[in-house]
Structures are given as structure tokens and as C-alpha cells.
């Protein structure tokens, strides 16, 4: 489930369709699904051409449009409603795993219940709830040392729900000092004017950004070896013990490493 609006969107589809075409994860994407339709933005429009070359079922629904044909005002106010009749055009699909990736609509708490929803966050788990622009923003004003990515249940609680797997990685060290030290002593609503061509905020983006498709990768694959279920808001293994968040930090770098490298081999 997905927006679609840029690159990222086809970045995630892109690396777990390649994962599974390449043996790395069992599984089998059962329909792709957007917000919006056709002809509303260049970026969504590629999306669907990626959907369409990739032979998947895709199913929209425009939020704009039915905001619109439901009287206007905040989507907040049509979540429930527009969520309703989401659930109606996925209702012919059985799947295990609703994946939000790049999604920009909070759904409906009775989605969130019917279905088994995981949603990837660009921040370590505990932190700044949000848009990744928000987390990167916080993470400056903090003077932070590191950031991450965290892939965690999607429920009524925006970003908060328990962690299923994460990375880490620093935003201090020979790349990143320089770009502190540009920005010290100065207010955060200083930094903030330079928007997010901000040397600072856009590095940090680029290395959470690196990392977001691969720990979905890999937060997928520990499911699936694990025999992970989601129920009342928590995570459990097998054996029906709650389980604290998996650090996926090595699995990710190494995934960064086969990429950089061209080269790729199934991770055991």
C-alpha cells in the first residue's frame, strides 16, 4: 500500500519485488494498492507503470476525489469512510501482510485491526513520530549522534505501534562532522529556512533513505523464517512468546555492501 508520489515508493517496490524474484524472501505480492488515481501526479503515474511492467493486480482509490465528493474539509474527517470502502476492493485478495510503504494516509483503527499491517518509519524505534521530514528536522535541533529505520505494526497509534526489526546508523564521523559544524551555534528555525536542500538534513535523508528498502527487505524475511504473528498489538514468536524488537543493523549494511557492489547472494 502506497501513495506512489516519488522515488521511494518505487525504490520499495522495486527491492522486494527484486528480493523475492531473486530467492531472498517466500513470498508473493498479492495486489499493490494507491490513493490515488491516474493523471493526479507525475510521480504516482510512474508508480503505476512500475505496477503494470511488474504484471501485479492494481487497485485506487483517489482520497483527493472522494474528499471531494464527500463534502471536502481534512481527510481526518473521511478516514473512517474512505478506509471502508479500501478494505471493500481489497476484500477479494487474501493476504497475510498489508505493507505500508510510502503510504501518507493514516488508515482507520478498524483496518488496523482487520488486517495485519506493518509500516516503515524513518526513525529508531521510540523516536520522533511522523513525517520523515519532521524526524530529520528533530534530529538536528537535538544534535543527535545516530539515526534509523524502523519497520513496526501499523495501528491506530501513529508510529508507536511494537517494532518488528531496525537499523542504526551514525550521523557523526568524517561525512557528517563538517555538516555539524556548518550548522553550529545557529537557531533550528535558521537551519530550517534553507529547506531541505539543508546540507545536514539532506545527508542524513540520503543514509536513511539507503536503508529503508533493505530493512523491509530483511524485516519481511524475519518474519517469514520466524514464524512471527501480530494480535492485539503485539508481536509473537512461534511459541506464543512477545518478542522485543530485532536490531537488523548488520543485515542491513551487509545488504548495502552486496548493492554497492553489484553483486548480490541470498543471506542465510
Not at 85 to 98: A, G, K, Y
Not at 196 to 213: C, D
Amino acid at each position: 500500500m502506497s501513495t506512489g508520489g516519488g522515488e521511494g515508493s518505487r525504490g520499495f517496490l522495486r527491492y522486494v519485488h527484486d528480493g523475492i524474484e531473486r530467492g531472498e524472501l517466500d513470498a508473493r505480492i498479492q495486489f499493490v494498492f494507491s490513493n490515488r488515481e491516474r493523471h493526479e501526479a507525475e510521480g504516482s503515474d510512474l508508480f503505476f507503470d512500475m505496477v503494470k511492467n511488474y504484471d501485479l493486480p492494481l487497485v485506487t482509490l483517489s482520497s483527493k476525489r472522494y474528499r471531494k465528493e464527500q463534502g471536502g474539509g481534512p481527510i481526518a474527517r473521511h478516514r473512517i469512510d474512505f478506509h471502508t470502502e479500501v478494505m471493500r476492493l481489497i476484500s477479494v485478495f487474501e493476504v497475510d501482510i498489508c505493507v505500508l510503504a510510502g503510504y501518507l494516509l493514516i488508515t482507520s483503527t478498524e483496518m488496523a485491526r482487520r488486517y495485519r499491517m506493518i509500516n516503515v518509519h524513518a526513525a529508531l524505534p521510540g523516536g520522533t513520530a511522523g513525517l520523515w521530514q519532521q524526524v530529520n528536522w528533530k534530529l538536528i535541533e537535538d544534535q543527535a549522534n545516530e539515526s534509523g529505520v524502523t519497520v513496526h505494526v501499523a495501528t491506530d497509534l501513529l508510529d508507536e505501534g511494537p517494532t518488528i526489526g531496525y537499523c542504526k546508523f551514525p550521523i557523526r564521523g568524517s561525512t557528517f562532522d563538517p555538516l555539524w559544524h556548518d550548522v553550529e551555534g545557529r537557531s533550528i528555525e535558521g537551519i530550517k529556512a534553507e529547506g531541505e536542500e539543508q546540507p545536514l538534513f539532506k545527508m542524513i535523508r540520503l543514509e536513511g533513505l539507503r536503508r529503508e528498502r533493505p530493512v523491509l527487505l530483511q524485516a519481511l524475511r524475519h518474519i517469514d523464517q520466524t514464524g512471527l504473528t501480530v494480535a492485539e498489538g503485539q508481536v509473537f514468536d512461534a511459541t506464543g512468546m512477545v518478542l522485543e524488537g530485532k536490531e537488523l543493523t548488520c543485515e542491513v549494511e551487509e545488504c548495502l555492501r552486496f548493492d554497492a557492489s553489484g553483486s548480490r547472494g541470498v543471506q542465510g
